[in-house]
């Protein structure tokens, strides 16, 4: 039986995490942050409203489960309570009984702000403040927001009230029996440790990070689901081996969520950069944070063995499968080639990544919009067919397949791992 269930990217963000939480949700006690502040943007839509949490867990707008920011997080005070009265002038009530914030989270400052926007430019961060807030934590002189709360002042009154140990609290609600969902914020490939440094994020967003940022033992967690988009998108910089069109052909396009029939026939024809466009466009591939476009490419199923590997996942979910209507062809990256040597491992370095050329397998693409469609065997054959070879590769089952962002889009394969 799953209780305590960890929800990671298995990708470079944006994989859908806060919709497939907004999803499970509804069978938990608590739903739990506990990396980054709010770099992340989680996009939830329920009933075609859409709601976009940066700090607060994507559990917020279950009414009755408590919601907690764990001390693995760095709070943006301002930030934090501008996302709670957006939601309470939208009628949510928020205030002790479903919010706990950890006193041993730290503060995101403007100094910290100032820092990142003058610094964070040669990663292509979101200039929020995260890198110089953890940069504080580590150097042992940041303030927490125990500290925050002690001292008067608009925001720490607002917020006092909700600060608290929650290593205790969540501790206490596992032993008790209590349904946990962990919600991960950025993703594997962004880990400071695992992932394509620098062009990183500062914390742990892998699922060991689930451990450390909440203050729970790595026994009580019961499972680990990767969340992974059918195709894959990173914003900001860094090595992209499967990416489609360059970072330099995407900055001149306009945003927009439509694309024209030549840029799906371009695609077609093998136009790397088109294939983005239409990726990007038929994804609405822009960030939820910074609205920066997203670059897009195929699959990676060496980056998701890698990301499978480092958070122990039992499953994964697979998002956006609807974006992938009309290629005709649809390409997988199985392997990569570096330096002419066969490569099945991710790299651990971005310089050698940057390397790599990827070795694709080709799969048959599908026509029909299947956004509405509430069964596997109800799928196009060849988008069964996609997800049975992605699946067949990972070497791990799909728990869940996304066919649109919102909450009665989801089609639940196997539920196993699942709370
Ligand atoms: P997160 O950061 O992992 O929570 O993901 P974001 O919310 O930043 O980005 C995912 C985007 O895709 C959001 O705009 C979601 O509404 C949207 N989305 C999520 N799942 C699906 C899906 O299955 N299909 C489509 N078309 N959009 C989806
Ligand atoms: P969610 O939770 C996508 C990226 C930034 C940049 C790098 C470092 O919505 O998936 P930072 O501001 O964290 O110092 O930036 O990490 N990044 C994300 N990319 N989704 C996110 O969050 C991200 N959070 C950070 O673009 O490349
Ligand atoms: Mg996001």
Redesign the pocket.
């Known amino acids: 039986m799953t209780n305590v269930l960890v929800i990671v990217?298995a990708q470079?963000?944006?994989?859908g995490?806060?919709a497939i939480v907004d999803f499970l949700a509804e069978k938990a006690d608590l739903v739990c942050r506990y990396a980054?502040?709010n770099?992340?943007?989680?996009t939830v839509v329920v009933k075609g409203k859409v709601f976009k949490f940066?700090l607060l867990p994507s559990g917020i707008i279950h009414s009755s489960k408590i919601n907690l920011l764990g001390n693995g997080m760095v709070i943006d005070p301002h930030v934090l309570c501008e996302e709670i009265s957006t939601l309470e002038k939208q009628g949510f009530s928020i205030d002790e009984n479903n919010l706990a914030i950890s006193s041993r989270a730290h503060v995101i400052t403007q100094n910290h702000i100032d820092e990142?926007l003058n610094k964070?430019g040669k990663?292509?961060?979101?200039?929020?403040?995260?890198?110089p807030c953890y940069t504080s934590k580590i150097a042992r002189t940041g303030t927490r927001m125990g500290d925050f709360v002690a001292a008067e002042g608009k925001f720490a009154d607002k917020l006092k009230p909700m600060v608290t140990d929650t290593t205790h609290l969540v501790n206490e609600s596992i032993t008790a029996g209590k349904k946990v969902l962990v919600e991960?914020?950025?993703?594997t490939l962004?880990d400071i440790d695992h992932?394509t440094y620098p062009?990183?994020?500062?914390?742990n967003?892998s699922a060991g990070g689930a451990c450390t940022g909440l203050g729970i033992g790595p026994t009580r967690i019961d499972s680990v689901i990767g969340i992974g988009k059918a195709y894959i998108?990173?914003?900001?910089?860094?090595a992209f081996p499967t990416e489609q069109g360059t970072p330099e052909e995407m900055e001149k396009e306009e945003k927009s969520d439509s694309c024209t029939e030549e840029d799906i026939s371009r695609a077609n024809s093998n136009e790397d950069y088109f294939v983005g466009k239409v990726l990007r466009r038929q994804g609405r591939e822009y960030?939820?944070?910074?609205g920066?476009p997203?670059r897009c490419g195929w699959f990676d199923v060496v980056a998701m063995k890698y990301a499978i590997e480092i958070n122990g996942m039992s499953a994964v979910v697979i998002t956006k499968l609807d974006v992938l209507s009309g290629l005709k062809k649809i390409k997988v990256c199985t392997a990569y080639e570096i330096d002419g040597q066969p490569v099945k491992w991710f790299p651990p370095d971005n310089n050698t990544l940057s390397h790599a050329t990827p070795v694709y397998e080709s799969l048959a693409g599908w026509d029909e919009d299947i956004s509405s469609i509430t069964s596997f065997d109800k799928l196009p054959l060849a988008a069964q067919e996609y997800v049975k070879r992605i699946e067949q590769l990972m070497g791990v089952p799909v728990a869940i397949l996304s066919v649109g962002p919102g909450r009665e889009q989801k089609i639940v394969l196997d539920s196993k791992e699942l709370l």
């Open positions: 990217g470079w963000g944006d994989e995490k806060g980054g502040g770099n992340a943007g989680h940066h990142d964070g990663v292509g961060t979101t200039g929020r403040g995260i890198g991960g914020a950025q993703a962004l992932g062009y990183v994020t500062s914390s967003p998108t990173r914003v900001g910089n860094g960030g939820t944070t910074t920066r997203r």
